[in-house]
């Protein structure tokens, strides 16, 4: 859009192109080396002239471990965070620990008993430079990488960009383990859990909209968003989705069954 332009904020996006629909090994081995979003990971960190600040759930890819030691090898201030449950021998983020890199490991919020979840830390995103983000679904792992349906977008800015400060924010926030401090760094353009800032927004998205509504989820268990979604339609507006088929069972009860 017009304040896109404005601030000189360039998109590009990238999809992942399975080509198969029961992936074999070799499949996923061919995938992966042959990934868009794998050699444009790579080349964004051999670009990188001061600084990579990196949030992942899950890395298990070699290309972009070997690009991220070469980075700190030249001098690149190098910065890791990975879920908590990545913290264990073996693991890519334990190895670039090992070689000096700065890696921190990050706890979720705890259950309230003993019968709750505990958070993640699911965020996927990078930095470089302080100007540049890629964020988008995917974990920098063989099936994240090569055959699930998965998104990155890269977004260019300039260095006072406050899309890519709002990330930076995130990110401080996620390093300090201050998990409710992701709220302070909401904005009108994007919102961090935890916290209810990503469902209100989605929520003001769904009500403003006039023609079309298309929605790609692994999983959509909020039945408030449901509602908003049937109500959308009960207004004229088209709504499709798609959904894991894996769970479709989640996808067929409460607000789901007055959707369909």
Same mark, same amino acid.
């Given at each position: 859009g017009k304040a896109d332009e404005a601030a000189g904020r360039t998109f590009e996006v990238l999809l992942n192109e399975?080509?198969?629909?029961?992936?074999?090994? =070799?499949?996923k081995d061919f995938l992966g080396a042959n990934s868009r979003i794998q050699s444009r990971m790579v080349s964004l960190i051999d670009s990188a002239q001061a600084s990579v600040d990196v949030a992942q759930f899950t890395f298990s890819r070699k290309p972009i471990e070997q690009a991220l030691?070469? =980075?700190?090898?030249?001098?690149?201030?190098?910065?890791?965070?990975?879920?908590? #449950?990545?913290?264990?021998? #073996?693991?890519?983020a334990t190895r670039l620990k090992d070689a000096g890199l700065d890696v921190v490991f990050v706890q979720g919020n705890q259950p309230?008993? $003993?019968?709750?979840?505990?958070?993640?830390?699911?965020?996927?995103?990078?930095?470089?430079?302080?100007?540049?983000? =890629?964020?988008?679904? &995917? &974990?920098?792992?063989?099936? #994240?990488?090569?055959?699930?349906e998965e998104n990155t977008i890269v977004v260019n800015g300039g260095q006072d960009d406050p899309l890519i400060a709002a990330f930076q924010c995130h990110w401080n926030a996620m390093r300090e383990s201050n998990l409710q401090g992701a709220t302070a760094c909401n904005t009108g353009a994007v919102r961090f859990s935890p916290g209810a800032g990503p469902r209100k927004l989605i929520r003001d998205e769904i009500r403003a909209a006039e023609r079309s509504i298309d929605v790609?989820?692994?999983?959509?268990?909020? #039945?408030?968003?449901?509602? $908003?979604?049937?109500?959308?339609? $009960?207004?004229?507006?088209?709504?499709?989705?798609?959904?894991?088929a894996a769970d479709r069972a989640e996808h067929m009860k409460g607000e789901f069954k007055a959707l369909i």
């Amino acid at each position: 859009g017009k304040a896109d332009e404005a601030a000189g904020r360039t998109f590009e996006v990238l999809l992942n192109e399975p080509h198969c629909d029961v992936c074999t090994t =070799a499949d996923k081995d061919f995938l992966g080396a042959n990934s868009r979003i794998q050699s444009r990971m790579v080349s964004l960190i051999d670009s990188a002239q001061a600084s990579v600040d990196v949030a992942q759930f899950t890395f298990s890819r070699k290309p972009i471990e070997q690009a991220l030691k070469d =980075a700190h090898s030249r001098g690149v201030r190098v910065r890791v965070t990975m879920d908590k #449950g990545q913290d264990k021998s #073996g693991s890519v983020a334990t190895r670039l620990k090992d070689a000096g890199l700065d890696v921190v490991f990050v706890q979720g919020n705890q259950p309230a008993n $003993e019968n709750g979840h505990a958070g993640l830390q699911h965020a996927k995103y990078m930095i470089v430079d302080g100007n540049i983000l =890629a964020t988008g679904s &995917n &974990n920098w792992s063989s099936t #994240g990488i090569s055959f699930n349906e998965e998104n990155t977008i890269v977004v260019n800015g300039g260095q006072d960009d406050p899309l890519i400060a709002a990330f930076q924010c995130h990110w401080n926030a996620m390093r300090e383990s201050n998990l409710q401090g992701a709220t302070a760094c909401n904005t009108g353009a994007v919102r961090f859990s935890p916290g209810a800032g990503p469902r209100k927004l989605i929520r003001d998205e769904i009500r403003a909209a006039e023609r079309s509504i298309d929605v790609l989820m692994h999983h959509l268990t909020f #039945g408030s968003l449901v509602k $908003e979604l049937r109500k959308a339609a $009960e207004r004229g507006v088209r709504v499709r989705l798609i959904v894991n088929a894996a769970d479709r069972a989640e996808h067929m009860k409460g607000e789901f069954k007055a959707l369909i």
